[in-house]
């Protein structure tokens, strides 16, 4: 039997505790996860804990409950909203009824109603989980997959396969529409799972989830290919990926919680027509394979990890090759022994001419230079001088080759960690200067930031809390925090007044994270400075 977790969300802690104990949640299938005191704290748990169910009031300070229903059903639409209020009021009851919400339940409440209503909610829960792990349906899923055209057709376009003049007989043929103005490839890697479940089966219900989560707002094309699921997303503007980023990212945890699915979603660079598809197709690729680095059951954007990366001038011939540039970022040192093996194999096949022999060092030589400056790394030592180098490197067996070649990738390796960690360190600088900077704005937010640095949310979310030890919310309030600490100990302002100064435009909620944080309100807390002065 599934267990499904509850926040239960009231100013009122009494009642918080009634509810808890006139329901026998585990008889009934749930758990209480915790509970909160108004709706931003409430809304900071439900992104923490993702529950099943919220069940909220109405009428609380901060964030009233319709809000947070709203901002929940907008991020979460799979959470269950349950809406208790003493105010029987219709438009309160109309909106509920435009949320979706489950049930509208008026107090006082009876132990009696409450257990109906979580006996219904487990009902339905049960039902709605298990249409998603039904091994027929899935079977179904995956038998009705794409039709055999229609995947030859996308899989051509990754491919280039697809030339200019039958994009139109292909699009007609296959009654397809590609309305967007720019276009980017998704490509979606389930990597493991966590149960029983068939893999096939497993990987057939991810991608049915992904087309009903990505084929409305993207109008995203799918096909399975090389083992992995592909999504082609359109967008209006190349803006919208930052968006898309953070959506892919939610699709992760939201599968791995309700399926047991490990997924990683490698987002592509956008291009503005679809025969540009096999470049976007190819970085989003290659950013799935940077799990190794950056965690699996995420979203992963390529322009956001490896900026300058993208070249489209790499021939895609040189399969070897690129192989080896790969293991350099994401590989071990043992796998990129094994890539610079398996490359120096592919060109040194004992009948090719001499000329041949050269062009393929010079192709070797050039490549690795525009690896460097594509990936910001320093040139040392014999690789200075080109020139000597090359005739160097003509006059070497093979074994010296193999050696020089490997000494160079992992140096590349080392220094690729280098840059990644500046690059890191680089933007959760500006971040704290943008901070330093608008923190007396009152409607700075995480969303704010992410577009001055362009970034999207989840990636710099990431980043930022590993680099700084705390999530950017809870540094920005820190810091706004420390600020009117030091004015209400320099100053003889009135603490709204200071609060406004400080970016908080509800002088009582500046009071009620004062407090949270100090341990005192705010005139307490000048006062008890000034006595410890004395």
């Known amino acids: 039997m599934d267990t499904y977790t509850v926040l239960l969300v009231d100013d009122e802690e009494e009642v918080i505790q009634v509810i808890m104990r006139k329901i026998n949640w585990g008889e009934l299938g749930f758990s ?92 339905k829960l049960d039902q709605e989980i298990s249409e998603k792990r039904n091994v027929e349906i899935l079977q179904k899923y995956y038998i009705e997959s794409l039709p055999l055209l229609r995947a030859d057709f996308y899989s051509g376009l990754v491919e280039g396969r697809v030339h200019e003049g039958e994009v139109s007989k292909y699009l007609s043929d296959c009654r397809i529409s590609f309305t967007g103005q720019f276009f980017c490839c998704l490509v979606i890697h389930t990597s493991q799972k966590e149960g029983d479940m068939d893999p096939l089966l497993l990987s ?35 803006n919208e990926v930052w968006e898309l980023t953070d959506e892919c990212d939610r699709f992760c945890r939201y599968v791995r919680h309700v399926l047991g699915a490990v997924v990683t979603i490698g987002i592509g660079q956008v291009c503005g027509n679809i025969l540009e598809l096999p470049q976007s197709y190819s970085t989003a690729r290659e950013a799935v394979s940077y799990r190794a680095l950056y965690g699996a059951s995420r979203a992963i954007n390529m322009k956001e990890i490896a900026p300058q990366k993208v070249d489209k001038s790499v021939p895609s011939s040189e399969a070897e090759l690129s192989d080896l540039f790969r293991m350099v970022r994401v590989g071990s040192e043992e796998e990129i022994a094994q890539a610079v093996g398996r490359y120096l194999s592919h060109i040194s096949f004992p009948d090719k001419s001499l000329q041949r022999h050269h062009m393929d060092v010079m192709e070797l030589l050039s490549m690795l230079f525009r690896f460097s400056v594509n990936n910001d790394i320093a040139i040392e030592g014999d690789m200075e001088d080109m020139g000597n180098l090359y005739g160097s ?61 362009g970034v999207s949310n989840s990636y710099f979310s990431t980043v930022f809390k590993k680099e700084a030890g705390n999530s950017f919310i809870g540094y920005l309030t820190d810091y706004r925090l420390d600020r009117a600490a030091r004015l209400l100990i320099e100053t003889n302002e009135k603490s709204y007044m200071i609060a406004n100064q400080v970016g908080y435009s509800d002088p009582n909620y500046f009071s009620y994270v004062f407090k949270k944080r100090f341990g005192v309100a705010p005139s307490k807390y000048r006062t008890e400075y000034a006595d410890s002065e004395e």
Not at 49 to 77: C, H, W
Not at 429 to 448: G, P, Q, R, T
Request: proline share 3%; glycine share 4%; with cysteine.
């Open 32 to 123: 209480v996860i915790g509970f909160a005191d108004n709706g931003v704290k409430a809304l900071e748990l439900v992104e923490e804990f993702q529950p099943d169910v919220v069940m909220t009031d109405i009428k609380m300070p901060y964030m009233d409950g319709m809000e947070l229903s709203n901002r929940v059903k907008a991020q979460f639409p799979a959470t269950k909203i349950l809406l208790f209020t003493g105010f029987d009021e219709f438009e309160y009851a109309k909106e509920a009824i435009h949320l979706e919400v489950e049930e509208y339940i008026l107090k006082p409440m009876n132990s009696a109603e409450l257990t109906n209503v979580f006996a219904q909610l487990k009902v």
């Open 393 to 453: 490197l003509l006059d070497m067996e093979p074994d010296a080759l193999q050696k020089w070649l490997l000494n160079v990738s992992l140096s590349f390796r080392e220094q690729l960690i280098h840059v990644r960690s500046r690059t890191t360190e680089t933007l959760v600088s500006k971040a704290m200067e943008y901070v330093w900077n608008n923190y007396a704005d009152a409607k700075l937010s995480l969303d704010n930031v992410c577009e001055a640095l």
């Open 204 to 238: 057939a219900s991810v991608r049915e989830q992904a087309k009903e989560r990505f084929g409305g707002k993207w109008q995203a094309k799918s096909f399975a290919y090389l083992g992995n699921t592909v999504f082609i997303a359109q967008l209006e503007n190349e």
